[in-house]
């Protein structure tokens, strides 16, 4: 499985940022995909989750600024963010979790500036 992430880019506090990330080879039908963010110098954190169900899950610190959604046809996962802040900055990488495999995409920078 591979996973291509993009969108990310320099935002301003306040601004919005919509990251893609498409998955493509064998893929079991039955998966999570999720977004997960690294900021400088500290360990990588489940920012949103969902299932094939239509099941989703996020870190406290982005619920009601963010939201995760999936085109299963397609094996898409987006993430969009709204009213970001400097402490969303950080790499942000996608997740698809099957079968008790994972495999991650390379990550998308994301900067916001105050």
């Known amino acids: 499985v591979q996973l291509q992430a993009s969108g990310g880019g320099l935002v301003q506090t306040g601004g919005s940022l919509r990251l893609s990330c498409a998955a493509s080879?064998?893929?079991?039908?039955?998966?999570?995909m999720g977004w997960y963010r690294q900021a400088p110098e500290k360990p990588r954190e489940l920012i949103a989750a969902a299932s094939t169900s239509g099941t989703t899950n996020y870190a406290d610190s982005v619920k009601g600024r963010f939201s995760i959604s999936r085109d299963n046809a397609e094996n898409m996962v987006y993430l969009q963010m709204n009213r970001l802040r400097p402490e969303d900055t950080g790499v942000y990488y996608c997740r698809l979790s099957t079968r008790g495999n994972d495999s991650w995409g390379r990550g998308t920078l994301v900067t916001v500036s105050s």
């Open positions: 080879g064998s893929i079991f039908p039955i998966n999570v």
